[in-house]
């Protein structure tokens, strides 16, 4: 599954929390929307190539000193396609070796991100002695956009439009089951992405929302009973799910910090049950080596709720069922 970008989870967190300025609500709204594409282009290629599995998304690698971010990488036959997808507005064009954007020069060549992640996945294969080609294609995926090549180029660009087609072009090969294990290659070279470069200022910490935020309605006029919490939209989520996601949902805005359970308890507001979030925090989240003088608190994945535990969601799924234990007994 294709996760949201940590830029796009900081700001959609801190979102329920706090007003935004104009610069982070405008990343917001670009990061939905390139997520939303990305997504599309997912369910492209599900319904024009549902036989090729060799699928990897979104993927960050380093080779000796060159780290590159893939959105998506796809075998068809004998080619591993690399694609780069964009979701920019406006109209395109690529002449004499440059970038215009509405008539104007780009002071970047958006093609050389995709340059580059090419060469390290040719230089991995050929350590690796696996004969693959491999293609850069860079994918349009704003259908208010319209793409113009003048040069000759060796990638593929794509607009919105061509994509459909393109996939049913691919349709025509299929994948050679040898080849399966450039996959495995290309996980020996994976790194964590990128973290976020943002941060919280003093003054926007103080001015956080506090509390556990109703999944449902997104506000906070939720209590706590012994085993669930309730909100007055009537949403009802068990209790331990609330504290591992709201402690997650901290983890994510001060993604450069230990989670500390003083902070915790500040974040948690009024309400906190301060005894549950110890057992919580034991029980779920791994404690930071620490002397016997100097407690460093728990470890901080900085990411939210889904993906942190993404292994054991179905424990959290199995118990919802809590919620209607009172119900059932009555
Ligand atoms: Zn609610």
Not at 18 to 45: H, I, P, T
Not at 189 to 200: D, E, H, P, V
Not at 224 to 240: L, S
Request: overall charge positive; hydrophobic content about 35%; proline content about 3%.
């Amino acid at each position: 599954m294709r996760k949201k970008p940590h830029d796009l989870q900081w700001l959609e967190t801190l979102s329920k929390r706090k007003q935004l300025n104009e610069e982070q609500r405008w990343a917001l709204q670009r990061s939905q929307k390139g997520f939303l594409g990305e997504r599309q282009m997912d369910k492209l290629v599900e319904t024009f190539l549902p036989e090729i599995t060799a699928i990897i998304n979104d993927i960050t690698l380093k080779y000796q000193s060159t780290v590159v971010q893939i959105d998506k990488i796809l075998l068809v036959g004998t080619i591993v396609y690399i694609i780069d997808m964009k979701f920019y507005q406006g109209n395109y064009t690529f002449q004499n070796n440059s970038w215009q954007r509405n008539g104007k020069k780009l002071p970047t060549n958006i093609l050389e991100q995709l340059r580059r992640a090419v060469r390290v996945i040719e230089n991995i294969f050929k350590e690796n002695q696996i004969d693959l080609k491999v293609k850069g294609v860079l994918a349009f995926l704003n259908p208010e956009s319209n793409i113009y090549v003048e040069d000759t180029v060796p990638e593929k660009v794509l607009a919105f439009n061509e994509l459909p087609l393109w996939l049913l072009e691919l349709k025509k090969y299929s994948s050679d089951e040898h080849y399966l294990h450039w996959q495995s290659v290309l996980f020996q070279y994976q790194i964590n992405g990128y973290r976020t470069k943002r941060q919280l200022t003093l003054e926007e910490e103080k001015h956080l929302q506090k509390g556990i935020c109703c999944p449902h309605c997104h506000q906070f006029n939720t209590w706590q009973n012994k085993h669930t919490v309730h909100c007055e939209c009537g949403y009802i989520e068990t209790k331990e799910v609330a504290y591992v996601r709201t402690i997650c949902e901290f983890g994510v805005i001060f993604h450069n910090r230990n989670l500390r359970l003083g902070k915790l308890k500040e974040f948690f507001g009024e309400q906190v049950e301060p005894e549950y979030l110890r057992y919580i925090l034991k029980k779920h989240f791994v404690s930071v080596k620490h002397t016997p003088n100097r407690k460093l608190g728990h470890e901080n994945k900085g990411i939210v709720f889904e993906y942190w535990f993404t292994d054991r969601l179905d424990y959290f799924n199995q118990l919802d069922k809590r919620k209607f234990w009172k119900r059932a007994n009555i």
